[in-house]
Protein backbone atom coordinates (compact mmCIF):
# COMPACT_ATOMS: atom_id res chain seq x y z
CA UNK A 1 0.00 0.00 0.00
CA UNK A 2 1.20 3.72 -1.00
CA UNK A 3 1.83 5.76 1.79
CA UNK A 4 -0.10 9.58 1.40
CA UNK A 5 1.57 12.21 0.70
CA UNK A 6 0.21 15.37 1.75
CA UNK A 7 2.88 17.67 -0.59
CA UNK A 8 0.86 17.95 -3.43
CA UNK A 9 -2.46 18.92 -1.67
CA UNK A 10 -0.42 21.37 0.51
CA UNK A 11 1.12 23.79 -2.48
CA UNK A 12 -2.13 23.38 -4.25
CA UNK A 13 -3.87 25.08 -1.46
CA UNK A 14 -1.18 27.13 -0.54
CA UNK A 15 -0.86 28.56 -4.39
CA UNK A 16 -4.70 29.03 -4.26
CA UNK A 17 -4.25 31.55 -1.30
CA UNK A 18 -1.32 33.20 -1.93
CA UNK A 19 -0.74 33.52 -5.84
CA UNK A 20 -1.97 37.45 -5.85
CA UNK A 21 0.66 37.87 -3.66
CA UNK A 22 3.66 36.20 -5.39
CA UNK A 23 2.32 37.86 -8.28
CA UNK A 24 2.20 41.08 -7.12
CA UNK A 25 5.59 40.66 -5.81
CA UNK A 26 7.12 39.51 -8.72
CA UNK A 27 5.72 42.49 -10.52
CA UNK A 28 6.74 45.29 -8.41
CA UNK A 29 10.35 44.00 -7.96
CA UNK A 30 10.41 44.14 -12.02
CA UNK A 31 9.54 47.70 -11.63
CA UNK A 32 11.66 48.57 -8.92
CA UNK A 33 14.66 46.82 -10.66
CA UNK A 34 14.31 48.48 -14.44
CA UNK A 35 13.93 51.57 -13.09
CA UNK A 36 16.87 51.14 -10.83
CA UNK A 37 18.76 49.88 -13.61
CA UNK A 38 17.75 53.18 -16.03
CA UNK A 39 19.35 55.79 -13.47
CA UNK A 40 22.37 57.16 -14.44
CA UNK A 41 25.60 58.31 -12.41
CA UNK A 42 24.40 62.00 -13.53
CA UNK A 43 20.99 61.37 -12.53
CA UNK A 44 22.91 60.25 -9.19
CA UNK A 45 24.63 63.66 -9.04
CA UNK A 46 21.68 65.43 -9.11
CA UNK A 47 19.84 63.77 -6.92
CA UNK A 48 19.39 65.29 -3.45
CA UNK A 49 18.19 61.80 -1.63
CA UNK A 50 22.13 61.25 -3.01
CA UNK A 51 23.47 64.66 -1.94
CA UNK A 52 21.88 63.85 1.51
CA UNK A 53 23.07 60.48 2.44
CA UNK A 54 26.37 60.67 0.20
CA UNK A 55 29.55 59.34 2.73
Known sequence: MRKFDP?????????NRNWPFL????ITGTIIT?????????????SPFVQRHKK
Open 23 to 26: VGFA
Open 34 to 46: KFSLGLTEEDAKN
Open 7 to 15: WPIFFRREW
